[in-house]
């Protein structure tokens, strides 16, 4: 297309990327610069003519792409614009991103997040899916608040296949916010283990949010209450 002679319009057919209707609610509103909404929209596309078990790109491979470097050059600041556009998509949950070392050294992937990138990088993080060959899987720090998979690491240990797909469940069952707080009320009660968090979780699921219970309860009183009867024994595994 030139100045001259303008957009003519679409074909009848062509090749489309399908981007979820979920984004323009609920991520949309949170992207603070067009490079965000570039970079999302590049990713998309480059992922969709992907096949496997999974599908990710990377910067680079976004900058080479036809088009790419015109309009990240017209509307957000050049190749600066893309970087900081991956980083803020990143952090609004919209794409997931790892760290791949190997031989030829340190590059970022990133992912749309969907089930089945949730399922990629947990398996790639446990070291059971290479993205790549000789290349080791590795979290890229993120300043929004923790993921379900850093709140494991930090409070109970190392990210097992198993406790992947336990993680991922629970992270499309229950709000943020409970997560984050079932970690914190394990952390206080000394029991760093996926069970009893689960267990937290499900309690608050079937009964009610803690804060609508344990108003003035004590620190025995939520002990008892995740601990005792013939839930005692669940402390004890991770």
Known sequence: MSAETGFNGFPGVAKATAIPNLFFATVLPHLRA????????????????????????????????HGAPESFEALAGGRRGLDEGLAACTEAGALLALRLN??????????VNNPGSRRAVARARAGELRLKPETVA?????????????????????????????????????????????????????????????????????????????EGDSFEDRKQRYLGG?????????
Do not use: C
């Open 34 to 65: 067009p490079g965000d909404l570039l970079a999302f929209l590049w990713v998309s596309r480059i992922v969709q003519e992907q096949r496997g078990e999974a599908v990710f790109a990377t910067a680079d491979q976004v900058w080479s792409q």
């Open 102 to 111: 190997g031989p030829g050294g340190e590059e970022t992937v990133f992912f």
């Open 138 to 214: 590795l979290p890229v720090p993120v300043e929004a608040r923790p993921g379900i998979f850093r709140l494991y690491e930090e409070h109970v240990g190392t990210i097992t296949p198993l406790v992947g797909e336990r993680l991922l469940e629970a992270a499309e069952t229950y709000p943020q916010e409970w997560i984050e707080e079932a970690f914190r009320e394990a952390a206080e009660m000394n029991a760093r283990n996926w069970r009893y968090i689960d267990k937290i979780l499900k309690t608050w699921s079937e009964e009610g949010h803690a804060r609508e219970r344990t």
């Open 230 to 238: 013939s839930l005692g024994h669940v402390a004890r595994y991770r």
